[in-house]
């Protein structure tokens, strides 16, 4: 199979399981208008400050979660345990700035560690490289206060190996303090950058190769991104469908879509630009077909549950997931060119034909005559008529009425 050379040892399970659920909560959801609230609008600690003291997810339970995001097909899912605005999920010894100290008096990262596990998911941490909190981390062009002459003139002495050893403090806990750990997603390097005033950070503001060093040493088996600025284990493309397999470089490599629900990854309470389920399915069956993962983000709300909107997209997904999911997982990129408006998923002798549109009747299968054995419909394993076509393509028939799923698949046995 097209990528069998990028598998290995560690990735195996990631590669086979192709679906994720992001999570970025924090106490940006409070503001409920983007996870970068505090940069977009300029806001100081003082103001930012109103978002710490009210957050109270007193509804927050991440078994429902779990079981939410596992009936939608996931098998993985990475967590926010501090975003750029610095606020920690957990109980860290290296500061105040987290959530024991907020109105919810209490690590909200272990209980979600422990569900998601209990449900059998892989776990993974993101975290992020930017702090707008830390009083070593240097006023650059993307900090809340950039504009503010005074307030950089007066911070002027903030040292960022200070902040360095903070950041490396903290990824310590993290590994070391919650069990295994199977992918650690850190977020995110810049250093091309500049302002004039100041540039942007990357991997020698970070650290960044004694701090992979550190996090192999930790947890040998953990799967690294690539946003340190240090070759990582796959590649993460962000609220884009790549346009076929993902290549560094000339060559291919494991990758991972990232995409949001409504265009934000926090909650975000009035954007509106939802992607419905359907358009959802079909980017993840996109990118399955071509060689890649889809991590699929969820915003949950300050009081700590899953906005309906998305819950109810997540259970459309989960409808399809239940009778399709074996055209996803351990399934990749397909050597045969897929008919139009149509995208192929194989994994080993089983072909899947994922139909976008809705044809007339019949289906016309470049390079496959001679070589389907028999073709059903997955949903309901009905069988689908299969003959030779005069060229090189076998042709299905198929009923005008198209089956009452979200996008139907055809299941075809390679000989
Ligand atoms: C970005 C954004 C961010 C989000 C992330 C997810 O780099 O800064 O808010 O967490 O991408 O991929």
């Known amino acids: 199979m097209p990528g069998n050379d990028l598998v290995n040892e560690r990735n195996a399970w990631f590669i086979h399981d192709r679906f994720g659920l992001f999570i970025h909560w924090g106490i940006y959801a409070s503001a409920a208008r983007h996870e970068w609230v505090k940069n977009r609008e300029r806001l100081t600690d003082a103001q930012y400050q109103r978002y710490f003291?009210?957050?109270?997810?007193?509804?927050?339970?991440?078994?429902?979660?779990?079981?939410?995001?596992?009936?939608?097909?996931?098998?993985?899912?990475?967590?926010?345990?501090?975003?750029?605005?610095?606020?920690c999920l957990w109980d860290?010894?290296?500061?105040?700035?987290?959530?024991?100290?907020?109105?919810?008096?209490?690590?909200?990262l272990r209980p979600f560690v422990e569900a998601f596990r209990a449900e059998g998911f892989r776990i993974g941490f993101y975290h992020s490289l930017i702090d707008w909190h830390h009083p070593e981390f240097p006023v650059d062009g993307l900090h809340p206060q950039r504009d503010d002459l005074a307030f950089r003139e007066q911070e002027k002495h903030r040292d960022i190996r200070k902040y360095a050893e903070y950041l490396h403090g903290q990824v310590r806990e993290l590994l070391t303090e919650?069990?295994?750990?199977?992918?650690?997603?850190?977020?995110?390097?810049?250093?091309?950058?500049?302002?004039?005033?100041?540039?942007?950070?990357?991997?020698?503001?970070?650290?960044?190769?004694?701090?992979?060093?550190?996090?192999?040493?930790?947890?040998?088996?953990?799967?690294?991104?690539?946003?340190?600025?240090?070759?990582?284990?796959?590649?993460?493309?962000?609220?884009?469908?790549?346009?076929?397999?993902?290549?560094?470089?000339?060559?291919r490599v494991v990758w991972e879509a990232c995409q949001t629900l409504?265009?934000?990854?926090?909650?975000?309470?009035?954007?509106?630009?939802?992607k419905s389920p359907d358009l959802l399915l079909r980017m993840l069956i996109d990118s399955v077909s071509k060689g890649g993962n889809l991590l699929l983000n969820v915003g949950p709300?300050?009081?700590?549950?899953?906005?309906?909107?998305?819950?109810?997209?997540?259970?459309?997904?989960?409808?399809?997931?239940?009778?399709?999911?074996?055209?996803?997982?351990?399934?990749?990129?397909?050597?045969?060119?897929?008919?139009?408006?149509?995208?192929?998923?194989?994994?080993?002798?089983?072909?899947?034909?994922?139909?976008?549109?809705?044809?007339?009747?019949?289906?016309?299968?470049?390079?496959?005559?001679g070589k389907v054995a028999y073709a059903q419909f997955l949903h309901d394993a009905s069988e689908v008529a299969v003959a030779d076509d005069e060229d090189d393509a076998v042709v299905l028939t198929v009923p005008i009425q198209p089956p009452d799923v979200a996008v139907p698949v055809i299941e075809l046995f390679l000989t």
């Not at 596992?70 to 990475?78: D, E, F, P, T, W």
């Not at 960044?208 to 996090?215: G, P, T, Y």
């Not at 999911?325 to 080993?348: E, L, W």
């Open 53 to 87: 003291d009210h957050f109270d997810p007193d509804l927050y339970d991440p078994r429902e979660w779990a079981k939410v995001a596992k009936n939608a097909g996931m098998r993985y899912a990475v967590i926010t345990t501090k975003h750029h605005d610095g606020f």
């Open 92 to 108: 860290s010894r290296l500061t105040d700035y987290k959530a024991p100290n907020t109105p919810a008096r209490r690590d909200l």
């Open 178 to 251: 919650f069990g295994k750990i199977d992918i650690l997603w850190l977020d995110f390097s810049y250093s091309q950058r500049d302002w004039g005033w100041s540039k942007g950070k990357g991997k020698d503001d970070w650290q960044s190769e004694k701090l992979i060093a550190m996090v192999r040493e930790l947890q040998p088996h953990i799967l690294i991104n690539n946003r340190a600025e240090v070759d990582g284990d796959f590649v993460t493309p962000e609220q884009v469908q790549p346009r076929g397999w993902v290549e560094v470089n000339g060559r």
């Open 262 to 274: 409504n265009g934000s990854w926090g909650y975000d309470r009035d954007n509106l630009n939802w």
């Open 301 to 369: 709300t300050a009081r700590g549950e899953f906005d309906p909107r998305a819950r109810g997209i997540l259970d459309s997904i989960g409808q399809w997931m239940h009778a399709h999911g074996r055209a996803i997982y351990g399934c990749t990129q397909s050597d045969f060119p897929a008919p139009p408006d149509c995208r192929y998923t194989q994994g080993g002798d089983r072909l899947y034909l994922h139909l976008f549109a809705w044809p007339f009747r019949q289906v016309f299968l470049p390079g496959l005559k």
